[in-house]
């Protein structure tokens, strides 16, 4: 919990100094500061939410948290829709208490960051087996057969585990960290891709770049302000079915599903737009249904992508590198924005409203990607997932085959399953699969 409380502190003191910002050089020097805690969270609360639940819930969960993230925006635009009133909107509190309204969550979470529990499987790597077992005990509300069955898993793979070093992120990226035969450089890939794919669905365009198209539309900026908190209010929406369906579907069921509906919702988009273009006289009546659009892109997309690209790299990685394993998927985060909000701009000013057919063409085209070279997670243990990575081949099928041959933990590792415990000492079973002793 340490990383935590020390990223909260990072996010507090740099939306202060937003808040109170003189320069531009000072703005730029609080924004470092703030990007440093808020990458840390983002890098860290996925990682902790997938290591405290079950297989059959853990997307669902971090669905749950991508609830309360698009809250915290929509309660922002909110606040800054009302703030518009305010000698219409240029008043300097406005943009001053939207950025120390940053600070509020970062001090929740820090008076209740001791309140959180460590994670079973960074306890167990560390050799406190007792506190791992009694940690999953807690967050399970039980010890049957079931969480036996886990507790074996994480002894049995923390026996293995080796700390990382910072040097092995660019040895993964070119193909040469990790035990052989774990093919981390491939993970790693496959998290920055998902992200950057991610970003390339249009998502950006609808909420970095959403204001220019509502007053392209003909909105004024009262109704722009609306408008922008109601696109934010409606990913609630979105999560809310995500959290609902992303483990009852599968992770792949959930990114080519929602491609292809993000590709359709852009083709609409781009087809309203278009037709606004040919017929100058129709556009104002054009307009609600081209801000239909951008509501339902919301909907689809954080019912899908907005939640499983930042699963996915929670699940796929080793226990002793799952965090700076998600490190990856927050540089692809990292990359495929900034990317698409720097190009946004040219794009739209090239290609206008035909920028809605490249989103669409795109987000069609991430349905086969996705297919061949994305593996199902859902419902696996962490520790088993990594027999979907023993194959040297990339493809899905082989990487299930892969799976369907090595995903027994326990029986790969020589191990009994976990109910023989009826049988045998837990202590000394335990014992047993930690350090390797016969008894």
């Not at 600070?103 to 209740?112: D, E, M, Q, R, V």
């Not at 900026?221 to 922008?228: F, V």
Request: glycine content about 10%.
């Amino acid at each position: 919990m340490g990383d935590l409380f020390f990223a909260s502190i990072f996010a507090l003191i740099g939306g202060a100094l937003q808040a109170a910002t003189q320069s531009s050089d000072f703005l730029l020097v609080a924004r470092v500061i703030t990007g440093v805690g808020t990458g840390a969270l983002t890098g860290i609360t996925p990682v902790l939410v997938s290591e405290t639940s079950t297989a059959a819930h853990r997307g669902g969960y971090l669905g749950y948290v991508f609830i309360a993230n698009y809250l915290g925006i929509a309660v922002a635009y909110w606040i800054s829709f009302g703030l518009a009133f305010v000698d219409n909107g240029y008043s300097e509190v406005r943009w001053r208490f939207l950025l120390a309204f940053q600070c509020f969550p970062a001090l929740l979470l820090l008076g209740g960051v001791k309140l959180l529990p460590d994670s079973p499987r960074y306890l167990a790597s560390a050799g406190r087996l007792d506190d791992a077992r009694e940690v999953l005990e807690h967050v399970r509300g039980h010890y049957g057969p079931e969480v036996k069955q886990e507790f074996l898993e994480i002894a049995a793979v923390a026996k293995d585990s080796q700390k990382s070093s910072p040097l092995q992120f660019a040895k993964i990226l070119a193909g040469r960290g990790g035990k052989p035969g774990h093919h981390l450089g491939r993970r790693a890939w496959l998290c920055m891709w998902l992200q950057i794919m991610a970003s390339w669905t249009g998502i950006t365009a609808v909420t970095t770049y959403s204001p220019v198209l509502l007053s392209a539309a003909g909105y004024s900026d009262l109704t722009q302000n609306g408008l922008a908190g109601g696109l934010s209010t409606v990913g609630i929406v979105g999560t809310i079915i995500s959290a609902q369906i992303v483990d009852r579907l599968g992770r792949r069921a959930c990114l080519m599903g929602g491609a292809f509906g993000l590709f359709a919702v852009n083709l609409v988009a781009a087809s309203v737009y278009e037709a606004a273009r040919a017929h100058p006289d129709r556009a104002s009546s054009l307009a609600p249904a081209a801000v239909a659009m951008l509501f339902l892109f919301n909907i689809c997309y954080a019912a899908t992508w907005g939640t499983v690209a930042f699963l996915v790299p929670t699940e796929i990685w080793p226990s002793d590198m799952r965090a700076q394993g998600n490190g990856f998927g927050i540089t692809g985060w990292a990359i495929g924005v900034g990317w698409t909000v720097l190009v946004n701009p040219i794009m739209f000013d090239k290609l206008e409203n035909r920028t809605y057919f490249l989103f669409a063409a795109l987000n069609l085209l991430w349905i086969p990607i996705v297919y061949l070279f994305y593996p199902e997670t859902a419902d696996r243990s962490l520790e088993s997932i990594d027999a979907l990575f023993s194959t040297n081949r990339p493809f899905n099928w082989d990487m299930e085959r892969a799976y369907c041959e090595r995903g027994g933990v326990l029986c790969e590792r020589g191990q009994s399953d976990a109910s023989v415990l009826d049988d045998a000492s837990e202590g000394d079973k335990v014992k047993e699969l930690v350090h390797g002793e016969h008894v």
